[in-house]
Structures are given as structure tokens and as C-alpha cells.
């Protein structure tokens, strides 16, 4: 296909001696060329119709001779086979692609757009594989695009949980194509977090002197994913404690250092917290 003429040759087992016209009929048009004296054969040339595409489309000609004068032959037999021309494909490729935006947790859905490189000519069908989990998606014929909207599984939260989610066409069948490119048939997505913060809150009870203990109570506005380490100082010492997965707190308990007497000694003591780590 794409080849400009197809070519017929029209062949004498012997020179002629004279101008010889030859008649052909080919897919029932007729066609007429002359072999010169002295000479054997002379070709015909036939506009080539099947251009060069990326569709399945190989065709045929059929040709045969329907008469034949001169040469000044003693006995001339015209051959009453058919000839048959193969009009091949060429092989052009049509490429699958796949985009879609990158998105922020909590947003709602996931777009892919499948398009193709030219316009089928039949129905096209695809599978589709997300992370997983297999789509069967259509293109119709004459259209070169559908869209795959997939459910945004990260939600919005407070931790640092940014993802990512890939679609990639695994099987195609349709649109009459000669070659499909699957090489380009794939996107991921990431999902970035959103900044919400956590806050952490130190706290503690008035006590008596000669209370044992100062109970300071750390706390998040959200409960930890993964352990959190903090360190407590404290009238000059550091007081290390887990708030531990699942949880939002932890009591840091601190000895009392002022002792039930008869002076009017009364204090304070300030806490902070000096380092945190996890969550």
C-alpha cells in the first residue's frame, strides 16, 4: 500500500515481428498496451488506490487478457489464466497513551484519558489495570479518546501519607489497526499530602509540698501513627517518654522536690518539651 501504480506485465514467448495490441480487463476495467516490434513484453500501469495507513487493509488486483493482434505470429495462444497483484500493508504503528493530572488527598476522583494516535475504524477495547484492580474501557469507531475515572483512596488526614497510583493498558482488540503501541500505554499519578497540623499541648497540676510527684500531661490533637519520642526538661533535667502508636498522650511523672516543712518556702517548676520525634 502507498505504492503509487501497480504494475501488469504483458509478455510474448517470442520477439514480434510486427506491433502487437494486447486488451486486458483488471477488477473488470478494461486496459489496452502495445509491444513493439522486436520486443517481448510491455508493462501497464494501474493507479494504485490503497494508500499507505495504519489500518489492516491489504487488497488485491486481478487482472487477465481478453485479446491479442499482431506479431505476425504463425500461431498465437493468449493465456486465459488470472493474475493476481497483492497489494500488502505496510505496517504503521497506532500508539495508546495515557495522562491525568497529579492530584492532592482528598480529592475526589482520579481522570486517566486513553487516546490513540489515529481514529479507529472499528470499536477499540482495552483493559485497563489501576494498582491492581482491572477496567474494561472503550473508544467508539471514529473517536480517538475515553476517559477512566478511578475513586481517590487517600483521603484527607493529618499524617504524611503522599502516594502515588499507576494506570496501564495490559490487552487491546479493535479498531482495524495494522500495529498497536502498548509502550507508551502508561501514567502514575501522585497524590500529595495536604499540610494540616497537629498540635502538642504541655500541661501539669497545681501540687502541695510533699507531694511525691508532678504529673505533666503531653498531648496531640490527633492520634499518632507510629510512636512518638518527647523529652521533658524540668528544673534542669530531662525526662524522656513515648506517646506510643494509636494514642494521643502520655503522663511524665516528675519528683517533687520540695518537701513538707514549716517555712513559708512555696515554688515553682517549669516544664517544656525540648525535642520530638515520629508520629
Known amino acids: ?15 514480434a ?9 483488471v477488477e473488470g476495467k478494461p486496459y489496452s498496451v502495445t509491444i513493439p516490434a522486436g520486443q517481448d513484453s ?4 494501474i493507479k494504485n488506490s490503497n494508500s499507505d495507513d495504519p489500518y489492516s487493509d491489504a487488497t488485491k488486483l486481478t487482472g487477465k487478457l481478453t485479446q491479442v493482434s499482431g506479431g505476425n505470429f504463425e500461431y498465437l495462444v493468449i493465456s486465459k489464466d488470472e493474475v493476481v497483484l497483492n497489494i500488502n500493508d505496510t505496517v504503521d504503528s497506532t500508539v495508546v497513551s495515557i495522562n491525568a493530572d497529579d492530584i492532592v488527598e482528598g480529592a475526589e476522583d482520579i481522570i486517566f484519558t486513553i487516546s490513540l494516535s489515529n481514529v479507529p475504524v472499528t470499536k477499540t477495547a482495552m483493559t485497563v489495570n489501576v494498582s491492581g484492580t482491572s477496567y474494561e474501557v472503550t473508544i467508539p469507531a471514529g473517536s480517538t479518546s475515553t476517559t477512566l475515572t478511578v475513586a481517590n483512596t487517600n483521603s484527607e488526614d493529618y499524617y504524611k501519607d ?13 479498531g482495524l489497526f495494522e500495529d498497536v503501541d502498548l ?5 502514575t ?6 499540610i494540616n497540623t497537629t498540635k502538642m499541648t504541655l500541661s501539669a497540676a497545681d501540687i502541695h509540698e510533699g507531694d511525691a510527684n508532678i504529673v505533666y500531661s503531653v498531648k496531640l490533637s490527633n492520634k499518632a501513627q507510629t510512636d512518638v519520642d518527647v523529652t521533658l526538661k524540668a528544673g534542669g533535667v530531662e525526662y524522656p517518654a513515648t506517646i506510643e ?15 513538707d516543712d514549716v517555712y513559708a518556702d512555696a515554688s515553682t517548676l517549669y516544664g517544656e518539651i525540648t525535642a520530638f520525634d515520629g508520629g
Open 1 to 15: 500500500e502507498g505504492v503509487e501504480n501497480a504494475i501488469f506485465t504483458v509478455s510474448l514467448s517470442a520477439k
Open 17 to 25: 515481428q510486427t506491433k502487437v495490441t494486447a486488451s486486458l480487463e
Open 42 to 45: 510491455a508493462t501497464v500501469s
Open 162 to 174: 503522599a502516594s502515588s497510583i499507576t494506570a496501564k493498558v495490559s490487552e487491546f482488540t479493535g
Open 183 to 187: 509502550s507508551n500505554a502508561s501514567e
Open 189 to 194: 499519578v501522585y497524590i500529595a499530602d495536604t
Open 245 to 259: 502508636a494509636g494514642s494521643s498522650s502520655v503522663n511524665i511523672s516528675v519528683p517533687n522536690t520540695n518537701a
